[in-house]
């Protein structure tokens, strides 16, 4: 049982350029979220979704872009990446949203460096 | 906006010995939940305890309890015969009931000297 895994683990990324985040989970999980962690910092949500095909906003979504085609697969795009996007990503996954006192499963993370 | 405070960057605490972590928050909700979170440094996030905000008896779980204080907006954690497996990262979390937006605290390093 993976759990919950993330692509690419490490990325280097000159300003301007795009790329994709791939979060892919087996649990058969509803709701999943992409956040960022920066130094001194807790993590933000960037967006999530709560079912196929669905996607809504976080606290912090400009400069990403996300789709579910999949159920089981979440990606997180960066159309022009920018130095201030530099930071750690984490995906994460539960069954139903957190408030139903589902736990959150987490990824173990993406360090993304822009230059 | 709801804003997570955790006032200690870094704490150290002996092998075996009792760590209180400290942690406030600011929201005009009734109904919420908080968390804390443990990040080792393999960067796995961790759920460690959960609390929701109209239980009034404080939530534990094995060495790991909370003191809730509703009205003063206070939400520590005390994690009792520390073991040296505890060195990580401690998150506070908040999130309001019905809502998939968790907003974290800064984080509190914890180290566990033997």
């Known amino acids: 049982n993976a759990g919950v895994t993330q692509t690419p683990k490490f990325r280097v990324l000159k300003t301007g350029q795009s790329m994709t985040l791939l979060c892919a989970q087996d649990m058969n999980h509803e709701y999943m979220y992409w956040y960022r962690q920066d130094p001194g910092m807790g993590l933000r949500l960037i967006h999530y979704s709560v079912g196929e095909g669905t996607t809504a906003k976080g606290e912090v979504p400009d400069g990403y872009n996300v789709s579910r085609l999949k159920k089981q697969n979440f990606l997180l795009g960066l159309e022009s990446a920018a130095p201030s996007q530099t930071s750690v990503y984490f995906c994460?996954?539960?069954?139903?949203?957190?408030?139903?006192?589902?736990?959150?499963?987490f990824g173990s993370g993406t360090q993304l460096s822009v230059l | 906006a709801q804003t997570v405070t955790q006032s200690q960057p870094e704490m150290s605490v002996q092998e075996a010995e009792t760590v209180t972590l400290s942690c406030t928050y600011d929201?005009?909700?009734?109904?919420?939940?908080l968390f804390w979170y443990k990040q080792p440094p393999s960067r796995q996030m961790i759920l460690v305890i959960r609390q929701e905000a109209y239980k009034q008896q404080n939530a534990t779980e094995n060495r790991f309890s909370v003191n809730f204080q509703k009205a003063a907006k206070s939400f520590s954690l005390k994690i009792s015969d520390s073991q040296l497996g505890d060195t990580a990262m401690y998150f506070c979390a908040f999130m309001k009931r019905n809502n998939n937006d968790m907003r974290f605290g800064a984080g509190t390093r914890l180290t566990v000297k033997p």
């Open positions: 929201t005009s909700e009734n109904n919420y939940y």
């Open positions: 994460a996954s539960s069954y139903r949203g957190v408030s139903t006192n589902e736990k959150l499963f």
